[in-house]
């Protein structure tokens, strides 16, 4: 709608400016009337454009719960993809990061030999789908000190799908 809007206004002022350099005749006023209308119109549609589109997104993606979300395994082993260069679902196979094998439902830094991070084996989490759901978020920000180098899956529905995945390796 907004774009149509955009486009109308655009359209409108192109043809302001065509009449008005058909009407004036001289080159002078045609020249002065066309900067003026073509600098107007952008300026008013981004002033109208962005609340909308800032309201939209911003409480959408917070209210997002784990709950309201079903997770697909067939595109969490896709998303899995990311965590591969660290990970692996082989049990007793640590590689950067710890086996991921059978980490749904179990206490977060309990594999033997692994080398964590005193914040990471002391955190006292359990990592529960809704554990895992927040930490994947932003994994530093759940654990601060955290060894693992990774930014976080932003989309809720990743989170989702790899918890669902995960849930296949137990
Ligand atoms: C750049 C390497 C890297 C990537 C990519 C990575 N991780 Fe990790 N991960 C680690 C490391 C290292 C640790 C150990 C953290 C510590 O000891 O502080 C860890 C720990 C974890 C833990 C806690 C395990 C435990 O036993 O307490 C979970 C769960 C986890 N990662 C899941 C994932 C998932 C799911 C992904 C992909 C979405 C991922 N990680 C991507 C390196 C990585």
Redesign the pocket.
Known sequence: MIATNTLVRLLASVALVTTVAACGGSDKPAETTDTTTIETAPAEVPAAETPAATEAAAPAEATVSYASLTGDAAKGER??A??????VVEAGVNR???S?AA?VG??????EG????P???N?G?V?TEEQ?FT??EA?QKT?P??????A??KNPQD?AD?IAF?KTKA
């Open positions: 998303v899995f990311q965590c591969k260069a660290c990970h950067v990061g710890p991921l980490v179990r206490t977060a830094g309990s594999i692994f080398k964590y991070s914040a990471n084996k955190s989490l990592w895992l930490y994947l994994p654990i000190g955290t060894y693992m180098a990774f976080g899956l989170r790899v995960l």
